[in-house]
Structure formats: structure tokens, C-alpha cells
């Protein structure tokens, strides 16, 4: 069966055998964005945190006929090299990953909480991000987070003060 959705702002239709497919594995096999990762395959350990319609959300558990028609951001959509996003541009400030398997959905994850809470507490990073990261940089992801909070205020700030 054919599924269209947008990913990273481009409109993409793929042909599926199961509609029950994991977004995960159309993402990463079919449309060949590795960026996000496969850990746990039960939501538990969130490597595979991507958006959809800018709710965080667990690929691998999530069939891919729910994403018909909607918004799907990868780590490959959040910002690049050249114009990173504020999450992105914290993490690479703080040294955060390690390994770095894990780091795409922590980093997903963050930019989805910053949309709803922008400027989040310890408790609310606490509550809100549960992903797992077996190297520990659990202590540099709390301080790259309050980071971003700070530099999306601004860059925020920036861009009405040039509208
Ligand atoms: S791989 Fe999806 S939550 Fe672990
Ligand atoms: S940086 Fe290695 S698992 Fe998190």
C-alpha cells in the first residue's frame, strides 16, 4: 500500500507491504535517514525519537499508517551544519555525546520539549526526558539543555526584532 507523508519538509510517498511497519524502519531503510537510531524496539529507551506534527515520538513503535498525511521531522530536519538548531548548536557547545548513539533522540526529544516548555526546569527535564544513554552524559545533557532553552530565547528574540 502507498503512505504519503512530509518528512523534513519534503513530500514523500512510499510503498509498503505493511501498513504496521514501524515509521523507524521506513525512515531509515526506505527513505535512507539513518540519523535515527534503533535501541530497545519496545519505547523504552527512545533512540528512535523523531517528530511527528512536533509531538516527540518513539519510531519504533509507532506504524508508520499513523504518520499518513502528517509532518514528520528527523534529526536530519532539525538544523545542519550551517544553521544548526539551538539544541544541536547547546550540544555541540557542552560536549555532550559520547559514543553518540543515543544523541539524535535525546536531542529530538529536547528540541519537542522546548516547543511546550520553553524555558524547562531540572524537574521538568527530569519528567519529561526519559531516554536512556548507557555512556551517562546524563550531566552534560541537563546543562546542554538549559543552554538551548537560552539560545532558542534568543534567537527567537533576534528574529522578531528583524521582522
Ligand atoms: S528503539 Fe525505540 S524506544 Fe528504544
Ligand atoms: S552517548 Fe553513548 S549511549 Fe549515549
Redesign the pocket.
Known amino acids: 500500500m502507498k503512505i504519503s507523508l512530509t518528512v523534513n519538509g519534503e513530500l514523500k510517498t512510499v510503498d509498503i507491504a505493511d501498513e504496521n511497519t514501524p515509521l523507524l524502519w521506513v525512515v531509515r531503510d526506505t527513505l535512507d535517514l539513518k540519523g535515527t537510531k534503533f535501541g530497545c524496539g519496545k519505547a523504552a529507551c527512545g533512540a528512535c525519537t523523531l517528530h511527528v506534527d512536533g509531538e516527540a515520538v518513539r519510531s519504533c513503535s509507532y506504524p508508520v499508517k499513523f504518520a499518513e498525511g502528517k509532518e514528520v521531522t528527523t534529526i536530519e530536519g532539525l538544523g545542519d551544519r550551517e544553521n544548526p538548531h539551538p539544541v544541536q548548536q547547546a550540544w555541540i557547545e557542552e560536549i555532550?555525546?559520547?559514543?553518540?548513539?543515543?544523541?539524535p533522540g535525546?536531542m529530538m526529544a529536547t528540541a519537542a520539549l522546548l516547543n511546550k516548555v520553553p524555558k524547562p526546569t531540572d524537574e521538568d527535564i527530569d519528567k519529561n526526558i526519559i531516554n536512556?544513554?548507557?555512556?551517562?552524559?546524563y550531566y552534560r545533557m541537563r546543562k546542554a539543555i538549559h543552554k538551548a532553552a537560552n539560545l532558542q530565547f534568543e534567537k527567537e528574540n533576534k528574529e522578531s526584532k528583524e521582522l
Do not use: D, S
Not at 536512556?132 to 552524559?137: A, I, K, P
Open positions: 555532550v555525546p559520547q559514543c553518540g548513539y543515543c544523541q535525546f536512556v544513554c548507557r555512556c551517562g552524559t
